[in-house]
């Protein structure tokens, strides 16, 4: 047990010290994620990175339907912006509608303090800038005690465990990863706000391989091209 977490320390400690920031992920222009619901696939995500004079632009898009017998029942789609200068965060907008119901979030800098200013369809106000927002293709959301919901602004405090390292085939190929699991770690909230989610990263690359969540269904993301 002692070996145990001593590993899990090491893994952290080498990804807050070496990793913990979104240039090391400057060999990717582009990542697709298939999602699928009881394993029917209904849908996709995917970044597009553009970078010019030290300056990242991370475009977002998720897009998926949950049908039956040919009727849609549930239609979401969002697409969003992520800004850094020099590997500092510096904004956030996007725009989600989910199934009809409009939904949005906008983050910018306060100069004076650093700290986030967000306006969000479900919060609005100054939240503290070690707080990420909660897009998952940067590993650094492992070491934050917060993060904030890509969708409508909120703040969701988590928990994280390490839960090992595991060995995960998509496709033809297998990917050496270490496994996380993301918990809410405020106990009073609904059962539908509360997070729960596995989240894959790949060992030697910190790439998102894969996340999984029951909500209504078992839910997975899994990598479909990182080029």
């Known amino acids: 047990m002692k070996k145990f977490l001593l590993s899990i320390a090491l893994i952290l400690t080498v990804i807050s010290e070496n990793q913990a920031h979104v240039e090391h992920y400057s ?8 999602l699928f619901r009881n394993n029917k696939l209904i849908g996709y995500h995917k970044y597009s990175f553009k970078r010019n004079n030290g300056k990242l632009t991370i475009d977002n898009e998720v897009n998926f339907k949950i049908t039956k017998l040919g009727v849609d029942l549930y239609k979401y789609y969002a697409s969003g912006k992520e800004r850094y ?5 510096v904004g956030f907008e996007s725009k989600t509608n989910q199934n009809k119901k409009e939904k949005y979030v906008k983050i910018s800098i306060d100069p004076k303090d650093k700290n986030l ?4 369809s479900s919060y609005k106000g100054k ?3 070690e707080i990420i927002i909660g897009t998952w293709w940067n590993h650094e959301i492992v070491q934050k005690k917060a993060q904030i919901s890509a969708v409508s602004g909120r703040i969701i405090e988590q ?5 090992g390292k595991e060995d995960v085939k998509i ?3 297998v990917y050496k990863t270490l496994k996380f699991n993301f918990s809410s770690s405020d106990p009073s909230l609904s059962k539908d706000k509360k997070l729960n989610t596995n989240i894959w990263y790949e060992e030697d690359t910190y790439l998102w391989v894969k996340a999984s969540f029951d909500k209504t269904g078992y839910w997975e993301y899994r990598l479909k091209k990182a080029e």
């Open 159 to 163: 928990k994280v465990e390490f839960l």
């Open 85 to 89: 200068s020099k590997g500092v965060f």
């Open 171 to 173: 496709g033809d190929k």
């Open 127 to 129: 939240a503290n800038k």
């Open 117 to 120: 200013i967000i306006d969000g």
């Open 27 to 34: 060999k990717y222009n582009y990542l697709e994620y298939e």
